[in-house]
């Protein structure tokens, strides 16, 4: 799915070069792109509580690589951007169905470490993608760059065909009664259970502002912040954004096998700890390393641990909010989570730059969004953490 999504993204260039783009109408694509996959979250999510995640995964990456096969046939970047909607309806299902899939396939004590390892294998993917198909575009152009990896994902859905055998994907997770062992939900079921449930509600929220701080303004802004607020070159600045996404690589199962070895499957103690650690690591980027010379060595191992912390709370996102949901409602509360994310992703952003264009730097942005992250993991924790 990201290998194919950020290679494609990473081929911007060449499709703006080649239709005469603005700025602006190369960020259409993923304005498009993110409408259908936000606006019909919690739909496709229901319809992977009915469908199970094997079909959910094959009709995701089936239809994703498929477009992206049409994309290299456009004529036209609107005609482009049309495609872009279907394409993100097919990845709004494949998101519900890997994480329902997680739940379903592994037992409760190695839940969240193998939630963490799928978490993993998408930052790989779209690392990969970013790094492969701009050198494919280079070599024979986007169109053939882009229809290459979208036979590829075509043919990872034929071997997952081949491959999955599911178990049974309503079966009740462990601690809920075997009553609750049924048919999925109506989709107005689906709405009305969600958003009547504090715990789901207050998780989301954390999960809101864990996207917009992490994948929201850090992503967005921190190889600006390390070239003029750090006056690192720019190739150092790329050196320290990948190495934040690192950190985030190694957080999510490590904190997932900290959930489940340590916590003994405490969720909300575990994302309580991440929102705390973030938090801490949001506000020594902001009071201490633009006012102290720091080695190059030592401010690696900073940005390492802010992705640690800040990039690494995924894994353990999603499985307690099928946790809390419960294995009929997995896929559905999915979707609900996949919106309070993106929301977070698309309002952090200009926030965190506009704090910055006030006062000149980006110490305060980086207090503010520690500041925020601190109280929201505190409310979380003494409100519905305890199960």
């Known amino acids: 799915m990201t290998l194919s999504h950020n290679g494609f993204l990473a081929l911007l260039p060449f499709v703006r070069e080649e239709f005469s783009l603005t700025r602006?109408?190369?960020?259409?694509?993923?304005?498009?792109?993110?409408?259908?996959?936000?606006?019909?979250?919690?739909?496709?999510?229901?319809?992977?509580?009915?469908?199970?995640?094997?079909k959910g995964i094959i009709f995701g990456v089936v239809s994703l690589?498929?477009?992206?096969?049409?994309?290299?046939?456009?004529?036209?970047?609107?005609?482009?951007?049309?495609?872009?909607?279907?394409?993100?309806?097919?990845?709004?299902?494949?998101?519900p169905s890997l994480n329902k899939g997680v739940m379903v396939e592994t037992p409760p004590e190695k839940r969240a470490v193998s939630m963490g390892i799928?978490?993993?294998?998408?930052?790989?993917?779209?690392?990969?993608?970013?790094?492969?198909?701009?050198?494919?575009?280079?070599?024979?152009?986007?169109?053939?760059?882009?229809?290459?990896?979208?036979?590829?994902?075509?043919?990872?859905?034929?071997?997952?065909?081949?491959?999955?055998?599911e178990s049974s994907s309503n079966e009740p997770l462990e601690g809920e009664q075997e009553s609750q062992?049924?048919?999925?939900?109506?989709?107005?079921?689906?709405?009305?259970?969600?958003f009547t449930n504090k715990q789901i509600l207050?998780?989301?929220?954390?999960?809101?502002?864990?996207?917009?701080?992490?994948?929201?303004a850090v992503l967005s802004h921190f190889a600006v912040y390390l070239s003029e607020d750090l006056n690192m070159g720019r190739a150092a600045a790329g050196l320290g954004l990948g190495i934040f996404q690192i950190g985030g690589l190694v957080g999510r199962p490590a904190w997932g096998w900290i959930s489940d070895r340590f916590?003994?499957?405490?969720?909300?103690?575990?994302?309580?700890?991440?929102?705390?650690?973030?938090?801490?690591?949001?506000?020594?980027?902001?009071?201490?390393?633009?006012?102290?010379?720091?080695?190059?060595?030592?401010?690696?191992?900073?940005?390492?641990?802010?992705?640690?912390?800040?990039?690494?709370?995924?894994?353990?996102?999603?499985?307690?909010?099928?946790?809390?949901?419960?294995?009929?409602?997995?896929?559905?509360?999915?979707?609900?989570a996949l919106l309070a994310t993106r929301i977070g992703i698309l309002v952090a952003p200009p926030v965190f730059g506009l704090v910055a264009d006030i006062t000149g730097n980006y110490d305060y942005s980086w207090l503010l969004f520690g500041i925020i992250i601190m109280i929201v993991s505190f409310i979380y924790y003494l409100g519905f953490s305890k199960r």
Not at 25 to 53: C, E, N, R
Not at 181 to 194: T, V, W
Not at 202 to 216: E, M, N, P
């Open 65 to 95: 690589g498929s477009m992206n096969i049409l994309f290299g046939f456009s004529p036209s970047y609107m005609i482009l951007l049309v495609l872009a909607l279907f394409a993100g309806l097919g990845q709004s299902i494949i998101t």
């Open 181 to 194: 062992k049924e048919e999925a939900p109506s989709f107005k079921d689906n709405l009305l259970f969600l």
């Open 263 to 336: 916590l003994h499957g405490n969720r909300g103690k575990t994302i309580f700890l991440i929102g705390l650690a973030s938090g801490v690591m949001f506000m020594i980027f902001g009071l201490f390393l633009n006012r102290f010379q720091i080695d190059f060595i030592a401010l690696i191992a900073f940005i390492f641990i802010l992705g640690f912390s800040a990039f690494g709370w995924a894994g353990v996102f999603f499985v307690a909010i099928g946790e809390y949901a419960g294995m009929v409602r997995t896929g559905a509360a999915t979707g609900l």
């Open 202 to 216: 207050l998780t989301c929220l954390v999960g809101a502002v864990f996207a917009g701080a992490s994948v929201g």
């Open 118 to 165: 799928m978490q993993s294998g998408i930052g790989i993917g779209g690392l990969a993608g970013a790094s492969l198909l701009p050198l494919l575009g280079e070599n024979f152009g986007w169109r053939m760059s882009v229809q290459v990896a979208g036979i590829f994902v075509v043919l990872i859905g034929i071997f997952i065909y081949k491959v999955y055998w």
């Open 24 to 54: 602006t109408q190369v960020g259409y694509y993923s304005t498009f792109f993110f409408l259908t996959s936000a606006m019909l979250a919690v739909f496709t999510g229901s319809v992977v509580d009915k469908i199970g995640p094997k």
